[in-house]
């Protein structure tokens, strides 16, 4: 990616996910996807999935074989303990992606 280009660091809540998803939420979610896909190629930095509910991991570990290993390697599922590890990864100050400790020493 040439310099200047900003990756995303995307941050998903997947608190009270249904085992039967509402059709127009799929429908914007699909829409998102195709998107992102379109318009911002090679963006993702990495996503994470917070509050991810036991029946999610089965469903990702049939789905992830299907994916690019760089594209797999982005995706992090996380339970409720979510905080330290994006507290690692994302400033909780300015929301860079520098950890707190490298965010306030590059000020």
Same mark, same amino acid.
């Given at each position: 990616?040439?310099? +200047? ?11 009270? $996910?249904?085992? &039967? ?30 509050? /991810?509910? &036991?029946?999610?991991?089965?469903? &990702? ?17 996380? +339970? +409720? ?5 994006? $507290?690692?990864?994302?400033? *909780?100050? *300015? +929301? *860079? /992606? ?8 590059? $000020?």
């Amino acid at each position: 990616m040439r310099p +200047g280009v900003e990756k995303q660091i995307i941050i998903c809540d997947l608190k009270g $996910l249904s085992m &039967w998803p509402h059709n127009a939420a799929m429908k914007v979610f699909r829409e998102t996807i195709r998107i992102d896909q379109a318009y911002y190629p090679e963006r993702l930095k990495v996503l994470y999935m917070i509050n /991810a509910p &036991w029946i999610f991991r089965p469903i &990702w570990a049939m789905v992830r074989p299907w994916l690019d290993p760089v594209t797999k390697d982005k995706f992090h599922i996380l +339970g +409720g303990g979510y905080i330290d590890t994006l $507290l690692e990864h994302v400033c *909780c100050v *300015c +929301g *860079c /992606a520098f950890s707190l400790d490298v965010c306030m020493t590059l $000020l």
